[in-house]
């Protein structure tokens, strides 16, 4: 079992920037792919971002103003965001996939955190 929180969420203007945090509990997560989604309202939940020991994605929408990165020592990823824009309004998901590899959809991933709220404002 893994257990993910996170954190970092809130409102800020557009233009701003915001670091989301996902901590993990349960067993280390060094070896296992992490990766970020997000969810607005009446909208499918969506990749943002994944990392694993192949590398570092993005999705187009967040490419050049998001950096997802890791710290293993603490069993935590962090999701930069920087130059928000209003449609980066959603709520924001932490996974973790056990498998091998690293997927860009949600079916791939194992386990999740309860989510928190990114609003940009206009």
């Known amino acids: 079992q893994v257990q993910l929180v996170e954190s970092g969420g809130g409102l800020v203007q557009a233009g701003g920037s915001l670091r989301l945090s996902c901590a993990a509990s349960?067993?280390?997560?060094?070896?296992?792919?992490m990766g970020w989604f997000r969810q607005a309202p009446g909208k499918e939940r969506e990749f943002v971002s994944a990392?694993?020991?192949?590398?570092?994605y993005y999705s187009d929408s967040v490419r050049g103003r998001f950096t997802l990165s890791r710290d293993n020592a603490k069993d935590t990823v962090y999701l930069q965001m920087n130059s928000l824009k209003p449609e980066d309004t959603a709520v924001y998901f932490c996974a973790a996939r056990l498998g091998v590899g690293v997927g860009r959809t949600a079916d791939a991933f194992d386990y999740w955190g309860h989510g928190t709220q990114v609003t940009v404002s206009s």
């Open positions: 349960g067993r280390p997560i060094s070896r296992h792919a």
């Open positions: 990392i694993s020991w192949s590398g570092t």
